[in-house]
T-cell receptor
Framework: NAGVTQTPKFRVLKTGQSMTLLCAQD?????MYWYRQDPGMGLRLIHY???????AKGEVPDGYNVSRLKKQNFLLGLESAAPSQTSVYFC?????????????FGPGTRLTVL | TQLLEQSPQFLSIQEGENLTVYCNSS?????LQWYRQEPGEGPVLLVT?????EVKKLKRLTFQFGDARKDSSLHITAAQPGDTGLYLC??????????????FGQGTILTVHP
């Protein structure tokens, strides 16, 4: 099993450009999450999904959109990138069987917006 | 909004020393998770504590959940260079609308020198 994979690993954008980050999991997990990690701020939840076709806002959703058309994939989109979105983005998944499930994380995408 | 304050933010010690990392909140959590993250990778779960006063040991690592379920600590005995990494605490709340969402502390960067 590959677990949670993220594409791409690195990306540099110019202000105003758009991009989509792809997250895929092969563990048949119900719940999926997108976080951003900035120095000294831990991980902050951007959006999450509790099943195919569902999405919900997290702590810092502004400037991002998500879609979960297939259970195994969770896409994070930036429509008009801003320098404040320079960060490392992590995707995670969990079984969704209890409120204290372990979250399994991907290796991250390092995004720089110039 | 629930917050988790983690301290210290940085810890640099010599091999063989003991250390403690603290995770504090004014809010009650149903459970506390501790993750470890290495450079270029996503966080990996170390332990979940769910009962107030609970103590769990993982080799040289001891995790404690406060009686009131508002705080937790991670104690490492005889630290080794392999313990170097970013340690993150994360609180979760059980319940119908929690959906496994985690609130992360800011993280503690531990460096163990040989």
């Amino acid at each position: 099993n590959a677990g949670v994979t993220q594409t791409p690993k690195f990306r540099v954008l110019k202000t105003g450009q758009s991009m989509t980050l792809l997250c895929a999991q092969d563990m048949n997990h119900e719940y999926m999450y997108w976080y951003r990690q900035d120095p000294g701020m831990g991980l902050r939840l951007i959006h999450y999904s509790v099943g195919e076709g569902t999405t919900a806002k997290g702590e810092v959703p502004d400037g991002y959109n998500v879609s979960r058309l297939k259970k195994q994939n969770f896409l994070l989109g930036l429509e008009s990138a801003a320098p404040s979105q320079t960060s490392v983005y992590f995707c995670a998944s969990s079984p969704g069987t209890s409120g204290i499930d372990e979250q399994f994380f991907g290796p991250g995408t390092r995004l720089t917006v110039l | 909004t629930q917050l988790l304050e983690q301290s210290p933010q940085f810890l640099s010690i010599q091999e063989g020393e003991n250390l403690t990392v603290y995770c504090n909140s004014s809010s009650v959590f149903s459970s506390l998770q501790w993750y470890r993250q290495e450079p270029g990778e996503g966080p990996v779960l170390l332990v979940t504590v769910v009962t107030g006063g609970e103590v769990k040991k993982l080799k040289r690592l001891t995790f404690q959940f406060g009686d009131a379920r508002k705080d937790s600590s991670l104690h490492i005995t005889a630290a080794q260079p392999g313990d170097t990494g970013l340690y993150l605490c994360a609180g979760a709340n059980a319940g119908g609308t929690s959906y496994g969402k985690l609130t992360f502390g800011q993280g503690t960067i531990l460096t163990v020198h040989p």
